[in-house]
């Protein structure tokens, strides 16, 4: 049951995170700060992936939050 509690939190997060990549009024930084809020483990390469950047990108966005 505690499994399935952490999956189905696990794949909240991922869904949260797929819409925040989706908003068009929301800056860079904006969107990077929030899935990093979400999911604070997340590597460069998944951020960078998910928003359409390159891994430098994201670093710079993430060293000016």
């Known amino acids: 049951e505690k499994y399935l509690a952490d999956m189905r939190r696990s794949l909240d997060i991922d869904v949260k995170i797929r ?8 800056k860079t930084k904006e969107k990077v700060r929030e899935i ?7 590597s460069n390469k998944d951020i960078a992936d998910i928003l359409g950047l390159t ?11």
């Open 36 to 42: 990093l809020n979400l999911k604070p483990t997340i």
């Open 55 to 65: 891994i430098k990108s994201v670093e710079y966005h993430k060293s000016n939050i």
């Open 19 to 26: 819409e925040i990549s989706r908003e068009a009024n929301i």
